[in-house]
């Protein structure tokens, strides 16, 4: 099973994202701040969207932050 970005990885691999942003945009935006593999493969498997903010594509995705 992959893991699971946690939400601060999520956060600061989109922290420059404009939103709203489509899911290719937020993978483009994740690569050029350096972002892990995990948030870039989490990201790729985005359904195809306009996603208005951070929040909601932490909430689309998941993460592997304990509860």
Known sequence: MTQ????????DALNAADFP????QL???ARAAGAEDE???ALRALPLADYRSTDEVIQSVGTS???
């Open 39 to 41: 948030v870039l493969r």
């Open 21 to 24: 942003a489509d899911k290719d």
């Open 65 to 67: 932050d304990p509860f």
């Open 4 to 11: 699971l970005p946690t939400s601060t990885a999520l956060r």
């Open 27 to 29: 993978v483009e935006y």
